[in-house]
């Protein structure tokens, strides 16, 4: 009974702790789903243990607690592997970024020096007429 009511107080706790990280938006929603849901089965299987058995029955599971730490530790490798597929894009796409910034930067450089080299022609081209006004 105490290991029943310990599953479903952290399931609580985890459900209400993950609601509160997303009203106050340090979560946001794809991700979010994933801990409301483990969030809720923590919860299901600490108030509902009989649940744990009968699922580890329909899989032929002789011992069901380990069912639940199964797909426990299947759980969390592919939370892993979700967050190094979305740290690969982030990554990817910062390199995409710097590269435009470098690209753009390059590029407004080019133009300051354009304009530069026309200010200048323009320059000494005006001050050629009117060296030449001075004279007449």
Known sequence: MTLSITSAALGLVLFLGVLALVRRGALHGRLAVGWLVLGA?????GVFPGWADTI????????PPMLVAFIGLILMALKALAQDVQSSQRE????????RVAMLD???QQFGKR???RADSNASASSADGVGRDEH
Request: aromatic share 12%.
């Open 41 to 45: 089965a923590g919860l299901a299987i």
């Open 56 to 63: 580890g029955l329909w899989f032929g599971v002789s011992y």
């Open 92 to 99: 990817q796409e910062m390199r995409r970024l710097v590269q």
């Open 106 to 108: 390059l590029e407004l």
């Open 115 to 117: 304009q530069s080299v």
